[in-house]
């Protein structure tokens, strides 16, 4: 099995020459799967079984700086000092083993989510792209977009898609070394898209996504449909884009979000990430829906709920959801 260190000595040339900067900075935007990623076929390179599509939140991300220092890791999360054992650093500690000359080189990280830190808001998604972006600038790499995705992706898989705003595809591949496994902007527009956050809680969810697809691929599941139902979610949604068909978009986004859930619901033990919140929004939505509300949802690893809808219904999404935070995606 080849290791995310060959990888990634394959990636920056480790015998390049070594001028890093005092400081490395970057932003990268959240992103939300409109077609998810659920299921690896790699587990330490982040390797997924089907493609992927997103949509960038522009304006919502994770912001990044970045420094070496002597010694043990310093992470800060959102203004906060993390201890050494603190899940997040240590994750985070644990990617930057990737990237340390020398074992004692050690790395200050000051890292801003603007949504909840792993709680289905896709913070790690922003944050691990951003952390590569940072990296990127402190050891004046240079790399192209492609060889940032694939770093990214080896922190955590959505992440791959979080370096570009608006619509991105994320190409499963088919190579052992995931070289071929990395995203790319899809050139579709959609100025009128808006999108709503439902925040529902802020914890941290209790079964990380890792974890989750792990339980849900191995062991009898409804798995292998969930497969086939992805290329044809694909295949329908590209031809929505193409037609600016924004209740397509959702239609076919909510179908897909709630078929990944089902497949979780169906492994053995289940895996439910939905609180009573996430099914009473679901029913207010679905019941405002059939009264000729268009409005649809996404939900990821977690009890929160993103909308999808056109700019001229966001008075109603507003008006039936108060506490949304609605953002636009595209420039119009
Ligand atoms: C449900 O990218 O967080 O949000 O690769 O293990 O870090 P790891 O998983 P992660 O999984 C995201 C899953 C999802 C769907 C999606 O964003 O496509």
């Given at each position: 099995m080849i290791s995310a260190q060959t990888i990634v000595n394959q990636l920056i040339h480790q015998n390049a020459p070594y001028s890093p900067k005092t400081e490395g900075t970057a932003f990268a935007p959240v992103n939300i799967a409109l077609i998810k990623y659920w299921g690896k076929r790699n587990n330490a390179l982040n390797l997924p079984v089907t493609d992927s599509l997103s949509i960038g939140l522009r304006t919502l991300g994770t912001t990044t700086s970045i420094r070496l220092h002597q010694g043990q890791d310093i992470i800060y999360l959102n203004n906060e000092r993390l201890p050494f054992d603190h899940p997040f650093a240590q994750r985070t500690s644990r990617y930057l083993d990737l990237f340390r000359r020398q074992p004692n080189d050690g790395f200050m990280v000051m890292t801003k989510n603007d949504v909840p830190t792993g709680a289905g808001l896709a913070s790690s998604a922003s944050g691990y792209a951003a952390l590569v972006l940072a990296l990127n600038d402190l050891f004046q790499w240079q790399l192209d977009k492609t060889q940032l995705s694939i770093l990214a992706r080896i922190g955590s898989g959505s992440a791959c898609r979080s370096l570009w705003d608006g619509l991105v595809h994320w190409h499963a591949g088919q190579q052992d070394d995931g070289l071929d496994s990395y995203a790319t902007p899809l050139v579709y527009q959609l100025p009128t898209l808006r999108i709503g956050l439902l925040t529902l809680s802020n914890k941290t969810k209790p079964v990380s996504s890792r974890i989750g697809m792990q339980q849900t691929v191995?062991?009898?599941?409804l798995y292998p449909a969930w497969k086939t139902m992805v290329d044809t979610h694909l295949t329908q949604i590209t031809q929505a884009f193409e037609k600016q068909d924004i209740n397509g978009i959702g239609k076919i986004s909510e179908h897909n979000a709630l078929a990944m859930h089902a497949t979780m619901l169906s492994a053995s033990p289940a895996l439910c990430y939905f609180l009573p919140e996430t099914l009473a929004t679901l029913q207010t939505l679905w019941s405002a829906r059939e009264a000729g509300l268009n409005c649809w949802a996404t939900l990821d690893a977690g009890p929160n709920v993103k909308l999808l809808f056109e700019a001229e219904t966001a008075h109603d999404v507003k008006k039936l959801f108060p506490d949304i935070n609605i953002i636009q995606p595209f420039v119009s």
């Open positions: 191995h062991g009898l599941s």
